[in-house]
């Protein structure tokens, strides 16, 4: 069918568009980008565990003077927390003496600063002086374990109620397997009643 003359004039502008646009240049596209960054926080708890010796045993074989019968606990500490952890000591309730029936060792009166020798019918407890952590104190240089001794002149403390605990040891970075060595004593003469004396202390260590 022949194309009229103004439907040729159409075809013409159509082919001369598509020359045009087939022939025009290709122009590359700029690429485009950003970023952001993320920081990661993974935060590491303080924890802190303890463990002890229990029970510390001792026996007592009276005479008319009076005999010290001594024995030491082992506490021992871990805390991945850096700034350490204070370890303190107090009697598990309001009674600090050793109790059999209705018979008892009274705490002594001496205190961490001044530690004294037992009398009769007093118990008491004691670390090392000089061991790191503990502070000042006026405990003796060292300690071993006493059996019946008539003549023992080791300084001793008496052991704090509940709600007034005592310091025993500081530290500043952190632990693994740190430990303490607490001694425990009493001393009785031949009137102090048989039986097995008993009380219960409470450590708490806590983290800086």
């Known amino acids: 069918m ?3 003359v103004k439907q040729k004039a159409k075809v013409g502008a159509w082919l001369l568009v598509l020359a045009a646009v087939t022939s025009a240049p290709a122009v590359a596209s700029a690429s485009v980008n950003t970023s952001a960054n993320t920081t990661i926080n993974a935060t590491v708890n303080p924890v802190i565990s303890m463990s002890t010796a229990s029970p510390v045993a001792f026996s007592l074989t009276p005479t008319a003077g009076g005999v010290v019968s001594s024995s030491s606990d082992t506490v021992t500490v871990d805390t991945n927390n850096t700034l350490g952890y204070v370890l303190t000591v ?3 309730d309001a ?5 059999s029936g209705g018979n008892n060792f009274a705490a ?3 205190t961490k600063t001044t530690p004294i020798a037992l009398t009769n019918g007093k118990w008491g407890f004691a670390v090392v002086t000089g061991t790191t952590g503990i502070g000042t104190n006026g405990f003796d240089a060292s300690y071993s374990t006493e059996t019946n ?3 023992s002149t080791s300084k001793w403390a008496g052991m704090p109620a509940t709600g007034s605990p005592m310091m025993l040891k500081t530290t500043s970075t952190t ?7 607490v001694w425990y004593a009493a001393k009785a003469n031949s009137t ?9 202390v409470t450590y708490t260590a806590t983290t800086n």
């Open 192 to 200: 102090q009643p048989n039986g097995v004396y008993t009380d219960t």
């Open 108 to 110: 002594t009166t001496g």
């Open 149 to 151: 001794n008539a003549s």
């Open 175 to 181: 632990a693994a397997a740190d430990t303490l060595t």
């Open 90 to 92: 107090a009697d598990n």
């Open 95 to 99: 009674t600090t003496t050793l109790a």
């Open 2 to 4: 022949a194309l009229s």
